[in-house]
């Protein structure tokens, strides 16, 4: 059986993004949308997840680059002097693993993000994090450690497979960088296993990251391997300032509602499906 979940991640960063999840799952084939609990249109994103129940929202958990939960005066450490959550990830990832200061008040921001989470009170269906930095072993502890608490079940695995890219027609530029994430990736699969947390098979997305376009998922769905394939995209109905270089987050949304794709997917019997799916169906 081919199963596939079809995510939006950056669930509230802005309006235009809000509305291509909402027009993608109402109008096309989106199961599934990441909610960043602190950033600036947050709020406006549970309103509309509210409307959509059969939406399966995730935490997208943000420990870098984003709005933090915490104020300064409670993470001195973790934050820059402007009060955000750092832009510096490799700077970032070797604080985290180095300065047990820093691991607290990262453990206390996660456990914040859980806390606004539950407090929308919409389903947890998933939890993955901005920039992929759940593969970060210490954010993967915390993850796992602290989401215990707020009912986690599922996490997304970013391990895209290069062979099947290439069969799509569109193989990754950096084949060692595809490989290196793909070893982290099997790191992380297996802390969720020990942990009896579901995660998907597969995931595509990653190396098109801002480019997800119909013509890519047109080619790529013949080729979907057998068991759960995520999708994670970025669409939009419009970009704006904060959108970074080199995204399509229209032709996103195109790809989204095209009826090309959604026949393409019948043809072959892809079942649609959120993580919230495979969590239950799950002994």
Do not use: Y
């Amino acid at each position: 059986m081919r199963r596939l979940i079809v995510t939006a991640d950056d669930f509230g960063s802005s309006p235009e993004v809000n509305q291509a999840v909402e027009m993608g799952h109402r109008q096309g084939i989106l199961t599934s949308a990441s909610l960043m609990v602190g950033a600036p249109a947050a709020r406006d994103a549970v309103e509309r997840a509210r409307r959509l129940p059969n939406l399966h929202v995730g935490l997208h958990l943000a420990v870098v680059d984003a709005h933090p939960s915490l104020s300064p005066r409670e993470a001195p450490g973790l934050l820059d002097p402007g009060g955000r959550l750092p832009t510096d990830l490799p700077a970032a990832g070797v604080r985290f693993f180095f300065l047990p200061a820093v691991r607290r008040e990262l453990a206390r921001e996660i456990r914040a993000q859980f806390e606004s989470f539950r407090a929308t009170g919409l389903t947890l269906d998933h939890v993955n994090a901005h920039h992929h930095m759940h593969l970060h072993p210490t954010v993967a502890e915390l993850i796992v450690r602290v989401g215990r608490d707020f009912g986690l079940k599922a996490v997304r695995v970013p391990a895209e497979p290069a062979g099947i890219l290439a069969r799509a027609g569109d193989p990754p530029r950096s084949l060692l960088g595809h490989r290196f994430v793909g070893w982290w990736a099997s790191l992380l699969r297996a802390r969720l296993r020990r942990a009896g947390l579901a995660c998907n098979d597969h995931v595509f997305g990653l190396a098109w990251t801002g480019s997800v376009t119909e013509e890519r998922v047109l080619r790529l769905i013949p080729h979907l391997p057998e068991g759960l394939s995520e999708l994670f995209c970025h669409p939009a109905t419009a970009a704006d300032a904060t959108t970074p270089p080199g995204f399509r987050p229209t032709e996103e949304l195109r790809a989204l509602t095209s009826p090309a794709v959604s026949r393409r997917l019948a043809e072959h019997e892809i079942r649609l499906v959120g993580f919230g799916d495979l969590a239950a169906a799950r002994p």
